[in-house]
């Protein structure tokens, strides 16, 4: 109908109250307006060959009112599920308060639990993928499923009116194409939708049987809507799982992709690669080593640095589509590159940190010295303590176990149903996982926290001195590397504990040169990690060519020196001052003077 969303955002009361009593009258007699049951389907390609129909994801577009009638329904239907317990508590998909980092976390640590607790154990998952799920629904199945469990025939009948003579369109090209009838799955962008498929899919657990122990239950399986993974502690329960989905899928009019269905075998690195088949009807189904699951790569070792490491290579990509218009702009300010920053790291490099926030990868780390360095154009072996300290940066690590802990605290909060606190109880009382780590995080700072659960206030408070202890731990690190530092002698002498220059008041190019001044930085003859002589290219006082000679002492700068400084050379304690900020604006102004002064005798001379 072209009108848009906001119109009923912005719509006076009345309107509205009309608006509610229509829809009344539509659910009180089960029918609809023809138009309610018309859509335009987008093809959104999702990648691979665009020929290749199942590279294909429909969108549709449904009249905004629809949307506002389905809404309310769904709002309906929730509550009524919420207050029968309805759904399987392993179905996390599109319901309040779960979310994908549940299954993520609940899968993540039952294997290391179970790992753990048995040497040689291995976990079986397959990791189920669905033909075109939301849209292979049988709706006959679906309204008989709903009746089964209790929806009204009020109910059924108000749902089995949206999906009367349904037609679609599809946006080409070319154009809107002809309308065809639509008489199988569920409407895309239907606010009814998800619920509806969380609904139909929520015995499957029940027809699996089977399953591993977890403290006083049986896990079988997981769900995020369409995303399963069923879970066995043996090759024969796992085969026995495939035979049981092989029925369901068939009494329900649903198709197994084997092709992008897989198998992986959790365990340690001793016989994991033994060679099962695994067949679905007459299809083999691939073993394989590593899986991304809800957006985590996982490998069958239960390692994640594969999965950081993709994740690094897609930040490095994100951040270089906007380096030359915003980041390397010189008149962005500082504290807006640094967001984008953490904007582009947290939404794509600490996805999932929740669940392995606690684990500390180096890579992971490199990014944001990488981003430092180019931020700042300084050379690719600046002291990573320089890096730290300047920028007054901390490792990415203090966000991802913050996340972490944030999360498994939030946890406890969870009912005592919930496979999170049930999987969190069994870290709790056997020592392993993240609970492990955070006990040995403690040991290293000299924290103390409690290995039993006592109540979320007393673990917070605890945990979070055992951070602030770790960032305190980080720092005097730090300075304990700035004193034992072999090259970047004049850095020592500096300080580090109480220097700002690094504020949306100055320029990028200002903050450069003074970080490159501190540090000892500059592209000079002069490098203290290669054992020969390199004199300075200007003077004939046949000194090595370091920053403080550039800086302080070369003759042929002098006049340069004098302009700025009111001196032709500088003594050491002075220029000490000098870097540690009493004339940051001359330093800057000067080395700016001297390095085009240096280029252009070196260039006319061909001084080296």
Known sequence: DRIPSEFYKEAPENFLNLLLSAFNVYYEKGKVPKHFNKAIIYPLHKGGQLSDLNNYRGISFINAVEKLYSALLSLRLTNWAEENNILNEAQAGFR?????????????????????????????????????????????????????????TKFNRALQSLYFDTRAAVWLKQGISKTFKSE??????????????????????????????????????????????????????????????????????????????????????????????????????????????????????????????????????????????????????LAAKYRVFDAVTRSILCYGSQVWGYQNFPEMEKVQRMFIKRLFYLPPNTPNYMLYLETGKNLLYEYTINMHIKYVLRIWQYSDDRLPKIVAKETLKYNNSWFHEWCKLANMVGGELDRKFVSIERWTDQMRVIIDKYIKKFRDDLLVSVSAAKYHLLYKK???????????????????????????????????????????????????????HFLATCPILGFIRKKYFKKKEIDLNSMIEILNGSDFENLYNYIKEAMRYREMLVREFNYN
């Open 184 to 333: 199988v799955g569920l409407k895309q962008g239907c606010n009814l939708s998800p619920l509806l498929f969380s609904l139909f899919l929520n015995d499957l657990c029940e027809e699996l049987g089977g399953g591993i122990c977890v403290g006083n239950i049986k896990m079988n399986a997981l769900l995020y809507a369409d995303d399963i993974v069923i879970l066995a502690g043996s090759p024969v329960g796992l085969r026995e799982a495939i035979q049981k989905l092989e029925r369901y899928l068939d009494n329900w009019n649903l198709t197994l992709n084997t092709k992008k269905s897989k198998v992986m075998i959790f365990g340690n690195k001793k016989g994991r690669t033994v060679n099962y088949v695994w067949k679905y009807k007459e299809e083999q189904i691939e073993t394989v080593r590593e899986y991304k699951y809800l957006g985590i790569l996982l490998k069958d070792d239960l390692s994640l640095k594969t999965h950081i490491k993709q994740k690094v290579q897609a930040v490095k990509f994100g951040l270089n589509t906007i380096w030359a218009k915003f980041i390397g702009n010189n008149e962005v300010p």
């Open 96 to 152: 309040k308060s779960y979310s994908t980092i549940d299954n993520i976390f609940v899968l993540y640590n039952v294997i290391k639990y179970k790992l753990s607790l048995f040497k040689n154990s291995k976990i079986y998952c397959l990791f189920v993928d669905l033909k075109a799920a939301f849209d292979s629904i049988d709706r006959s199945a679906l309204y008989y499923k709903l009746f089964s469990m209790g929806v009204s």
């Open 494 to 548: 500096l300080n580090v504990k109480e220097i700002d220059y690094m504020n949306d008041t100055v320029s990028t190019d200002f903050m450069q040169i003074i970080f490159k001044a501190r540090g000892e930085l500059f592209n000079l003859n002069y490098k203290p990690w290669l054992e020969r002589v390199h004199l300075c290219s200007l003077c004939n006082l046949s000194e090595n060519e370091t920053t403080f």
